[in-house]
């Protein structure tokens, strides 16, 4: 299977499958010395690991990461430096259950790649969805915690801001909020109308989608490139790999469509320190395709959950029409831990640019390049 890469400078190859022995990444392009531990990207991981509530999976996996290559360990034995090589990752699967998926090894689960799988390379991993399974987003996690490291300054966050056809009232927006609560809701209102929503969903075997919104503070203006590098869209390339991710906005995104020029428009002035500011964003942080200095502002749609105790009808590999309810351990909202992935991959794309500005113009844009 090739196209497993993403990025340019900033390069991630992910490895592995749901029901491996591991899964992993390769991070190329690193500069050298920039210093993490592992606690650090421990972090992130223990965002995104499954079993942390009733209203995710409840597989069990701690996610804990290591690192095999491309850095020098330092004296105090817990702090690495990059080398400047490829930085390989590696995160062992530990509670995989294979035999939940016996008796669908030749049906096709509908709303799954089951049948795309199959009709593209011939076999499939029906052990939970292989390679097409959210546990490969682990590793996307564990590279993000390698990009923030080379983006000192740059604050990346993300928040649920809808679960089904419950949105959050946006007025009570906190940011400390989101990580006090299961869903990483930044509204306090919502939370108890989401467990009551999602306990009900899911004593009904069935599954919702979800809204994530994700922000980066402290990009720099100038990141970017127009037409076909364009920083926008390689964030929603990034967004929209994300499994079960079938839609993706920037800013004001679909709903600039329904509004007037002079309300969609970043209006500008002086700022007191003589430098250009902006009055609004509903650009999202990026005009032609180039960051503005704005916050980036992204959103993506989840669907719901395939995997669902409900039959659903469907044809097996042998031509047979079939009735499928999937057993096992499934989230019945798979957009709850999309949340850190979303940061992941936006980390990804931004040190993939910053790096790329620095190679084209030779200018160090951020402060603590100065």
Not at 18 to 29: P, Y
């Amino acid at each position: 299977m090739s196209h497993n890469t993403f990025g340019h400078l900033f390069r991630v190859t992910t490895f592995g499958e749901s029901h491996g022995v591991a899964l992993g990444c390769v991070v190329d392009g690193c500069p050298p010395g920039i210093a993490f531990t592992l606690a650090e990207l421990q972090r992130w991981l223990d965002k995104r690991k499954p079993g942390q509530s009733r209203f995710v999976t409840q597989r069990r996996e701690d996610d804990v990461v290591k690192v095999l290559s491309g850095v020098m360990p330092q004296e105090d034995g817990f702090t690495y430096v990059t080398t400047g090589t490829p930085i390989a990752l590696v995160i062992e699967n530990t509670d995989q259950r294979s035999k939940d998926y016996s008796e669908i090894s030749r049906q096709y689960r509908p709303g799954h790649a089951d049948y795309t799988y199959d009709v593209k390379y011939g076999v499939r991993d029906y052990r939970g969805g292989g390679r097409s399974s959210a546990r490969e987003t682990a590793a996307r996690v564990a590279a993000g915690g390698i990009a923030r490291k080379v983006l000192p300054g740059v604050k990346f966050r993300g928040a649920l801001v809808q679960i089904g056809d419950r949105p959050i009232n946006r007025r009570n927006w906190d940011w400390d909020s989101v990580d006090t609560n299961p869903f990483f809701a930044p509204d306090p209102e919502i939370v108890p109308v989401w467990e009551d929503y999602l306990d009900e969903v899911r004593k009904a075997g069935s599954s919702v989608g979800a809204i994530i919104e994700v922000v980066a503070e402290g990009v720099p203006a100038g990141l970017g490139a127009p037409i076909y590098a364009k920083l926008d869209q390689d964030i929603c390339a990034g967004l929209m790999s994300i499994n079960a991710v079938k839609g993706v906005e920037i800013g004001n995104g679909f709903l600039a469509a329904t509004i007037r020029g002079e309300d969609n428009a970043d209006e500008m002035r002086i700022g007191p320190d003589g430098k250009p500011i902006f009055l609004s964003n509903h650009a999202g942080g990026i005009l032609g395709g180039i960051s503005t200095g704005q916050p980036i502002v992204a959103r993506f749609a989840v669907k719901p959950t395939s995997s669902i105790l409900n039959e659903r009808r469907s044809i097996d590999a042998d031509g047979n029409e079939v009735d499928i309810r999937t057993k096992g351990r499934h989230d019945p909202c798979v957009g709850i831990r999309a949340v850190p992935i979303g940061e992941a991959m936006l980390a990804c794309t931004i040190a993939d640019h910053y790096l790329r500005d620095r190679g084209q113009t030779g200018r160090s844009r951020l402060a603590d390049d100065d």
